[in-house]
């Protein structure tokens, strides 16, 4: 396949999304996409109380246009472009989203939030929804590997820049686009394409999934009225990738599009907090059954790890839930101590209980390249000098090592218990491992609404 | 003033807007907020119904929220982040609005519209709103001193990124938000900051001063409901200025804030067409009454130009009515021919009218760094080898040769007549004109409405 050395690859990518028969989707990928929405709608329903999607929603309040569409979790039904909004900040505000290991994009936030919104407006037949979601997160996460690494280092989220081209796709090929069309919907995401990892650790971080929910949602309204845009917005000199990155290889990343599909390489996280600290809470787990009462005899706790896991998660200090995702040394002190990690680990009481506060400065951590970000090597030493070790080779969650489908739904269940009733929860469970076979998938929306 | 020493450029900022007196705006200040209102307002009626606008609001009509703010020039009455959206880009859709020369920002769109918007749900005093304006400009047009010419360099279209802290700015300092809340508020707008130089010629260049307006709009109001954000996103390490510019120097850019208003470098532009090609007309204009009745016998058309007037303008053969306000040789062309540069000259019709196709190929250009970017020398040579040359000093519209009040009336009743009767376009160029003095400065909205 040589269309790039004819087609640029913004219209390479349109013509493919364009031209894309339903029927062809692998089963595996299927199922994928479902395991990828059960993910997506328990951290949104999960995420729904949380203070970053109430103080969005108040702020504009008084703004909303009529209920079509649902914000899980919750009561309100809202227009499409604010449930898209609402849903992708609830989706990724618990930092317990998917993630594409490659990039760091978390693809499911930007893509689902924007479709569903729009399928409780426009029905859409489960089978087209499927197909929608694999196509927006195989444009978006294929974008991502042809900017990446170099886009993250400079600073931007690629969850926030490339989900707009996602969800873009998704609601693209939903609505049917032409191969043109497609391309000024790219362009139009590109032009707002947008966010900021100085953001981090605070309530921002997860606006960015939400804006790229509701750009790329636009994106694709607009192109389908015709709203012009460049056709080549990727590869252009002073398009997305040359003005957003440094050395761009966007060609490479589209070799064998539409025969392997980047969702299969997509993750789903155990733990509530940056995928980065997993191989040490895992670490950490199995050092607090090795522990057993001994805990509250640790002197030091060292760990070597990627260098990642400073840069991204080095707060020494954390003050509140959100500034704890931030921290490997709380979730080893955390973990160390309670020998588990659920969402709630990550809340203002817990990153300053007593006993938690006491043992994170007795955490230290040294980085060494040599380790990969899925793996981990952690030692502990006793007052009594007695040293323990443990060696994370991959972390759960990880592409080696990851979450069964039982693992999902635990997960889901665990995430949506406060909102949901056990029973309403498992209906809700059976309906979206169901989504191909659902006559509309707009349905599912009412259902993750709280009554 | 060394308080940068202290606080950071981000804080500086907030802090300066949040407690600043509106009593102590200069009234040369105040005039010239009030000569931008009628100059944004013109464009925006102006371009009420370019396709541009009428694509974006069938694309989003479903969606739409109750109707507490107007779309200038047109009968609808829409949710104030929609109007923000729809009335930047209506402003911008003619490339007729104000420029700030040294950064070539154009404040006025992003600014007005999330302003106005707010102002029309929520009551602001004429006072207030001109205050609230002054600044948003200030701010928006210094941060782009502090990234540019290298921000815009790299290939953003600085109105679309710097546009955000402006009208966040303008509404923050009207819902009167604290220092901490305006800093989020740039935090909120820097994560969404976006627009690409890819996109000029299509529609999405009117869609960046919408989005910024409606993004700065979002990020004072979820800002006030105590939405977080980083407190020094401009520039942080990995802020705003680091990661979209290059060696960007804010500090230099806020010497002299609250003593020198960048709003008095404000320029009002004569001409629907790119900046850089004014000199150009001016002297067409000029040869165009030099000429009389020998237009019909000239041979070609030489033009000497500043380097910036090909890299924007250089499309040789444009084929619709945007892609002409892209072509120096277009406007060379019909300003020959017709003496004149109004809105209807960057038409299809006109575009592609046969004198004009025909004279635009004996049009050429020569790039000289040595001709400033308000200049231009044109020399035209007729079939009898008679030459006839012209020396542009100063474009009108310039800082050194700035649109009187009386241009600006002018420009405004031309861009209104086919929208209001004579008599309404006149009552409205009183109001606006009288903007300090209005109880209620959203009642502009209602009297911008076409009835």
């Not at 060609?251 to 600290?277: E, Q």
């Not at 790890?305 to 955390?334: C, D, I, M, Q, W």
């Amino acid at each position: 396949m040589d269309r790039s050395s004819t087609l640029g690859v913004t219209q390479e990518l349109a013509e493919f999304v364009a031209s894309f028969e339903k029927g062809k989707l692998p089963s595996e990928v299927r199922h994928q996409v479902a395991r990828s929405l059960v993910n997506w709608a328990g951290c949104a329903v999960g995420g729904s109380a949380h203070p970053a999607l109430v103080k969005a929603m108040d702020a504009f309040k008084p703004f909303l246009g009529s209920g079509h569409a649902s914000v899980l979790g919750r009561a309100e039904r809202v227009d499409a472009l604010h449930a898209a909004l609402f849903n992708g900040i609830s989706s990724h505000v618990l930092d317990f989203d998917d993630t594409h290991h490659a990039t760091l994009v978390h693809p499911s936030g930007p893509v689902f939030s924007a479709l569903l919104a729009l399928s409780e407006f426009v029905p859409i037949d489960g089978d087209t929804f499927v197909t929608a979601i694999a196509l927006g997160i195989e444009v978006e996460c294929r974008i991502a590997l042809g900017v990446c690494p170099a886009h993250y280092d400079i600073g931007w989220h690629v969850t926030g820049t490339v989900g707009g081209f996602g969800a873009a796709t998704a609601v693209g090929y939903a609505l049917k686009l032409n191969a043109q069309q497609m391309a000024w919907a790219y362009g139009i995401a590109a032009t707002q394409a947008a966010g900021l990892r100085e953001v981090f650790g605070t309530m921002c971080k997860s606006l960015h999934p939400g804006r790229a929910a509701q750009s790329g949602l636009s994106a694709a309204l607009m192109a389908k009225q015709g709203f012009t845009s460049s056709e080549r917005v990727l590869e252009a000199p002073r398009g997305f990738a040359h003005v957003m990155s440094v050395n761009p290889h966007l060609s490479d990343s589209l070799v064998d599009l539409g025969t392997r599909w980047v969702v299969m390489d997509n993750a789903f996280k155990p733990y509530a907090c940056g995928l980065v600290i997993h191989p040490v809470i895992d670490g950490c787990i199995s050092l607090h059954k090795k522990l057993g009462a001994r805990t509250a005899s640790i002197e030091k706790v060292h760990l070597r790890v990627n260098p990642l896991v400073l840069e991204l998660t080095g707060k020494t200090e954390p003050r509140t839930g959100l500034e704890g995702k931030f921290s490997v040394y709380h979730s080893a002190a955390v973990v160390l101590i309670d020998g588990l990690s659920t969402s709630k680990h990550y809340t203002d009481t817990v990153v300053n209980r007593t006993d938690v506060v006491a043992l994170r400065p007795k955490v230290s951590a040294e980085v060494d390249r040599s380790v990969a970000v899925d793996e981990a090597f952690l030692s502990i030493t006793l007052n009594d000098g007695t040293t323990i070790t443990q060696h994370v080779e991959h972390a759960l969650g990880s592409l080696q090592k990851p979450m069964s489908d039982a693992d999902i739904n635990f997960k889901f269940l665990d995430l949506t218990a406060e909102k949901f009733s056990k029973e309403k929860s498992q209906q809700v469970l059976e309906q979206c491992w169901r989504v191909s076979q659902l006559a509309n998938a707009g349905d599912l929306g009412a259902i993750l609404r709280r009554e």
